[in-house]
């Protein structure tokens, strides 16, 4: 287990090295010229003042120069400062991981108890109404792209219905110590919404599959001539040998789940780092940029390494497994 560890962490840094190295590159390349697009095209600037913000900015060094000096200072904990906010990229990352964790945190507990449940449900009504129903539902999900789903709960909830706000997550014009708490739970329900009904599908088909193989076991065929009902073969086989990859399974779904969130971000403008990184993107700010990627890198890193320790904790066989 400390072997795969170790490997995966060595996997780990040359991933975001490698990360980082594309990212610069693909700036360099790009036809965005990271001062124009701060200066928003204002033409009062003197060429002497856009020398100067180029000098600041380090803009006038060669791009290979320019990582080696983001790279130095990064290995000192320094992740440069933002372009477009003027504050520590770090500090930003902070501030907008709290939020989106908070977002992408309930979505992830409330898609994967539903999902579980609904696949539990399934399962035990195999080739019923209520099967076809919850299969139906799940490939109609998987299908569904999530800014699509995203306006749809806008339009339905917030325009026709008004139950809750088109979109941020305070109030507009209201100042932070005035927001209450109550405000903040209603700007967070849909997009929460959004990636929770999403992230079902998957959990639900893996559990129905899984609990499928299970209710055909020989133990569980004994446990039926015995007469146990569908309760007792729930609570007894069910939960103790479905739970456990269901779990791993969604500590898997960090990567989609980071991408997810970017989009409904984007839909509900809401402040969180995915729709902070298209405004890093969209404006040139390198350091930001590399550092919400270097970031959301290794929070999706760490799912799947927990994953993978579940995994084989549980399962003997995948210890020899790197």
Not at 121 to 132: W, Y
Not at 176 to 181: L, Y
Not at 197 to 204: D, F, M, T, W
Not at 307 to 316: E, F, G, R, S, Y
């Amino acid at each position: 287990m400390a072997k795969s560890i170790i490997i995966r962490l060595i996997r780990v840094v040359t991933l975001l090295i490698g990360l980082s190295i594309l990212t610069f590159s693909l700036i360099n390349l790009s036809p965005l010229d990271p001062i124009n697009a701060y200066i928003g095209g204002d033409s009062s600037a003197s060429p002497e003042q856009i020398e100067k913000i180029k000098e600041y900015w380090g803009q006038d060094k060669s791009p290979v120069e320019q990582y080696f000096s983001w790279a130095g200072a990064m290995l000192q904990g320094n992740f440069g400062s933002s372009k477009l906010y003027r504050s520590p990229v770090i500090d930003i990352i902070k501030s907008r991981f709290l939020t989106s964790l908070a977002l992408m945190g309930t979505a992830w507990i409330l898609s994967g108890v539903i999902g579980y449940m609904l696949g539990m449900i399934a399962a035990m009504n195999r080739g019923k109404t209520t099967d076809k129903i919850i299969k139906w539902y799940s490939f109609t999900l998987v299908s569904t792209p999530i800014f699509w789903m995203g306006l749809l709960l806008l339009i339905v909830f917030a325009v026709w219905l008004n139950w809750f706000p088109v979109g941020l997550a305070v109030p507009a014009g209201v100042l932070q110590s005035d927001v209450q708490f109550i405000d903040r739970v209603r700007h967070f329900v849909l997009p929460a919404l959004t990636l929770s009904i999403l992230g079902v599908a998957n959990v639900a088909m893996h559990t129905r599959e899984k609990m499928i193989d299970i209710l055909n076991s020989e133990y569980i065929i004994f446990a039926k001539a015995r007469g146990e009902s569908k309760w007792l073969i729930f609570k007894n086989h069910g939960i103790r040998n479905s739970i456990i990859p269901a779990i791993s399974l969604q500590f898997s779904y960090f990567g989609e789940l980071f991408g997810g969130s970017m989009l409904a971000e984007q839909v509900f403008a809401y402040p969180g780092l995915g729709s902070t990184l298209t405004t890093a993107g969209l404006r040139g700010d390198l350091p930001l940029m590399v550092g919400i990627i270097l970031i959301s890198s290794l929070f999706v890193f760490a799912g799947n390494l927990i994953a993978d320790i579940i995994n084989k904790v549980v399962d003997p066989r995948l210890k020899g497994v790197g």
